[in-house]
Protein backbone atom coordinates (compact mmCIF):
# COMPACT_ATOMS: atom_id res chain seq x y z
CA UNK A 1 0.00 0.00 0.00
CA UNK A 2 1.41 3.90 -0.61
CA UNK A 3 2.18 5.84 2.18
CA UNK A 4 1.18 9.28 1.23
CA UNK A 5 3.76 11.24 3.66
CA UNK A 6 6.56 8.86 3.12
CA UNK A 7 6.00 9.48 -0.69
CA UNK A 8 5.95 12.76 -0.75
CA UNK A 9 8.90 13.50 1.59
CA UNK A 10 11.24 11.35 -0.91
CA UNK A 11 10.33 13.80 -3.16
CA UNK A 12 10.89 17.16 -1.47
CA UNK A 13 13.61 19.79 -2.83
CA UNK A 14 15.93 21.34 -0.36
CA UNK A 15 14.07 23.94 1.73
CA UNK A 16 10.68 22.88 0.58
CA UNK A 17 7.97 22.06 3.59
CA UNK A 18 5.57 19.25 2.99
CA UNK A 19 2.24 21.35 4.22
CA UNK A 20 -0.34 18.06 2.88
CA UNK A 21 -0.03 14.25 1.42
CA UNK A 22 -2.98 11.99 0.39
CA UNK A 23 -4.30 9.67 -2.08
CA UNK A 24 -7.85 9.08 -4.10
CA UNK A 25 -9.77 6.56 -2.61
CA UNK A 26 -9.82 3.74 -3.97
CA UNK A 27 -13.13 2.16 -3.15
CA UNK A 28 -14.38 5.32 -5.28
CA UNK A 29 -14.93 4.00 -8.91
CA UNK A 30 -18.01 5.83 -10.51
CA UNK A 31 -17.50 9.92 -11.07
CA UNK A 32 -20.33 11.90 -12.97
CA UNK A 33 -18.58 11.48 -16.17
CA UNK A 34 -19.80 7.56 -16.03
CA UNK A 35 -23.51 8.58 -16.79
CA UNK A 36 -23.06 8.56 -20.66
CA UNK A 37 -19.89 6.07 -20.66
CA UNK A 38 -21.61 3.12 -18.60
CA UNK A 39 -24.32 3.02 -21.25
CA UNK A 40 -22.31 3.44 -24.25
CA UNK A 41 -19.47 0.94 -22.71
CA UNK A 42 -22.67 -1.61 -21.97
CA UNK A 43 -23.95 -0.93 -26.03
CA UNK A 44 -20.32 -1.30 -27.40
CA UNK A 45 -19.57 -4.64 -25.59
CA UNK A 46 -23.00 -5.93 -26.63
CA UNK A 47 -22.77 -5.10 -30.20
CA UNK A 48 -19.25 -6.22 -30.37
CA UNK A 49 -20.34 -9.69 -28.50
CA UNK A 50 -23.22 -10.15 -31.29
CA UNK A 51 -20.85 -9.26 -34.23
CA UNK A 52 -18.16 -12.00 -32.75
CA UNK A 53 -20.29 -14.51 -32.27
CA UNK A 54 -22.35 -14.07 -35.72
CA UNK A 55 -18.95 -13.97 -37.26
CA UNK A 56 -17.79 -17.25 -35.54
CA UNK A 57 -21.06 -18.83 -35.99
CA UNK A 58 -21.96 -18.24 -39.72
CA UNK A 59 -18.70 -19.37 -41.17
CA UNK A 60 -17.58 -16.30 -42.04
CA UNK A 61 -13.85 -15.52 -43.27
CA UNK A 62 -11.25 -15.42 -40.36
CA UNK A 63 -10.57 -11.59 -40.68
CA UNK A 64 -14.11 -10.93 -39.39
CA UNK A 65 -13.79 -13.32 -36.27
CA UNK A 66 -10.32 -11.30 -35.90
CA UNK A 67 -11.76 -8.08 -36.52
CA UNK A 68 -15.12 -8.64 -34.06
CA UNK A 69 -12.84 -9.70 -31.52
CA UNK A 70 -10.38 -6.44 -31.15
CA UNK A 71 -13.99 -4.41 -30.91
CA UNK A 72 -15.13 -6.97 -28.09
CA UNK A 73 -11.60 -6.55 -26.24
CA UNK A 74 -11.93 -2.21 -26.48
CA UNK A 75 -15.25 -3.47 -25.33
CA UNK A 76 -14.41 -5.50 -22.07
CA UNK A 77 -11.98 -2.58 -21.30
CA UNK A 78 -14.73 0.12 -21.63
CA UNK A 79 -17.23 -2.37 -19.62
CA UNK A 80 -14.45 -3.59 -16.39
CA UNK A 81 -10.75 -2.61 -17.52
CA UNK A 82 -11.31 0.92 -17.11
CA UNK A 83 -12.31 0.38 -13.27
CA UNK A 84 -9.48 -1.55 -12.83
CA UNK A 85 -6.97 0.98 -14.06
CA UNK A 86 -8.92 3.70 -12.25
CA UNK A 87 -8.29 1.46 -8.49
CA UNK A 88 -4.55 1.04 -9.76
CA UNK A 89 -4.15 4.38 -10.24
CA UNK A 90 -5.78 5.72 -6.80
CA UNK A 91 -3.95 2.93 -4.84
CA UNK A 92 -0.42 4.06 -6.72
CA UNK A 93 -0.69 8.00 -6.97
CA UNK A 94 0.32 10.56 -4.07
CA UNK A 95 -0.59 13.82 -4.20
CA UNK A 96 0.83 16.64 -2.00
CA UNK A 97 1.25 20.46 -1.43
CA UNK A 98 4.76 22.20 -0.52
CA UNK A 99 4.90 25.51 0.20
CA UNK A 100 5.84 25.73 -3.99
CA UNK A 101 4.40 22.91 -5.59
CA UNK A 102 1.82 20.40 -5.81
CA UNK A 103 2.55 17.41 -7.27
CA UNK A 104 1.40 13.99 -8.60
CA UNK A 105 3.75 11.09 -7.77
CA UNK A 106 3.29 8.03 -9.61
CA UNK A 107 5.51 4.74 -9.94
CA UNK A 108 6.09 6.38 -13.51
CA UNK A 109 7.46 9.64 -12.21
CA UNK A 110 5.73 13.12 -11.30
CA UNK A 111 4.10 15.63 -11.98
CA UNK A 112 3.54 19.81 -10.66
CA UNK A 113 2.19 23.07 -11.23
CA UNK A 114 3.16 26.07 -8.76
CA UNK A 115 1.13 26.03 -5.87
CA UNK A 116 0.08 29.99 -6.20
CA UNK A 117 -1.70 29.20 -9.41
CA UNK A 118 -5.54 29.86 -8.69
CA UNK A 119 -6.96 28.58 -11.94
CA UNK A 120 -8.60 25.53 -10.05
CA UNK A 121 -11.97 23.93 -9.68
CA UNK A 122 -13.11 22.13 -6.50
CA UNK A 123 -15.88 20.02 -6.44
CA UNK A 124 -17.40 17.67 -3.65
CA UNK A 125 -19.44 14.74 -3.77
CA UNK A 126 -22.58 14.76 -1.76
CA UNK A 127 -22.57 14.26 1.76
CA UNK A 128 -18.73 16.28 1.04
CA UNK A 129 -17.16 13.06 1.45
CA UNK A 130 -15.18 12.92 -1.32
CA UNK A 131 -13.63 16.00 -2.71
CA UNK A 132 -11.82 16.68 -6.48
CA UNK A 133 -9.12 19.39 -7.34
CA UNK A 134 -8.65 20.26 -10.93
CA UNK A 135 -6.35 22.56 -12.42
CA UNK A 136 -7.13 24.19 -15.30
CA UNK A 137 -4.96 23.60 -18.14
CA UNK A 138 -5.34 25.79 -21.07
CA UNK A 139 -1.46 24.89 -22.40
CA UNK A 140 -2.34 22.47 -25.10
CA UNK A 141 0.53 23.19 -27.67
CA UNK A 142 1.63 20.80 -31.01
CA UNK A 143 -0.17 17.77 -31.82
CA UNK A 144 -2.23 18.14 -28.38
CA UNK A 145 -3.94 21.35 -29.63
CA UNK A 146 -4.21 20.66 -33.33
CA UNK A 147 -6.28 17.43 -32.47
CA UNK A 148 -8.00 18.87 -29.79
CA UNK A 149 -6.44 16.25 -27.35
CA UNK A 150 -6.17 18.79 -24.13
CA UNK A 151 -10.44 18.94 -24.50
CA UNK A 152 -10.92 15.51 -24.89
CA UNK A 153 -8.60 14.59 -22.07
CA UNK A 154 -11.32 16.79 -19.52
CA UNK A 155 -14.28 14.55 -20.47
CA UNK A 156 -12.10 11.19 -20.10
CA UNK A 157 -10.70 12.61 -16.68
CA UNK A 158 -10.71 10.17 -13.95
CA UNK A 159 -13.06 7.40 -15.69
CA UNK A 160 -9.79 4.97 -16.13
CA UNK A 161 -9.69 6.07 -19.87
CA UNK A 162 -7.87 8.99 -19.39
CA UNK A 163 -4.32 9.37 -20.82
CA UNK A 164 -4.71 7.38 -23.90
CA UNK A 165 -6.64 10.11 -25.80
CA UNK A 166 -3.83 12.29 -24.54
CA UNK A 167 -2.16 14.08 -21.08
CA UNK A 168 -3.77 13.59 -18.15
CA UNK A 169 -5.42 16.54 -16.56
CA UNK A 170 -3.52 17.81 -13.59
CA UNK A 171 -6.27 16.84 -10.79
CA UNK A 172 -6.44 15.40 -7.24
CA UNK A 173 -8.86 12.77 -7.79
CA UNK A 174 -11.35 11.32 -4.82
CA UNK A 175 -9.86 12.82 -2.00
CA UNK A 176 -11.22 11.85 1.01
CA UNK A 177 -9.70 14.22 3.80
CA UNK A 178 -11.22 17.20 1.06
CA UNK A 179 -11.69 19.89 3.97
CA UNK A 180 -7.75 19.56 5.20
CA UNK A 181 -6.56 19.29 1.22
CA UNK A 182 -8.46 22.90 0.36
CA UNK A 183 -7.59 24.81 3.87
CA UNK A 184 -4.15 23.92 2.97
CA UNK A 185 -4.61 25.01 -0.74
CA UNK A 186 -6.25 28.16 0.45
CA UNK A 187 -3.29 28.85 2.75
CA UNK A 188 -0.45 27.97 0.42
CA UNK A 189 -1.85 29.88 -2.56
CA UNK A 190 -2.29 33.23 -0.56
Not at 100 to 105: E, F, G, N, V, Y
Not at 117 to 140: L, Y
Not at 163 to 171: E, Y
Amino acid sequence: MNDPQRTAREHLRPDEQLYWAGAGDPSKVFSGRDGLLVPFSVLWCGFAVFWEANALTSGAPVFFALFGGAFVLIGLHLVFGRFLVKRHRKRSTTYALTNRRALIITPRGSREVPVGRTDRTVTWTSGRRHCSVEWNSDGAAGVSALFGWAATARIYANTGLDGLFGPQVFAFWDVRDGEELVRELDRVSR
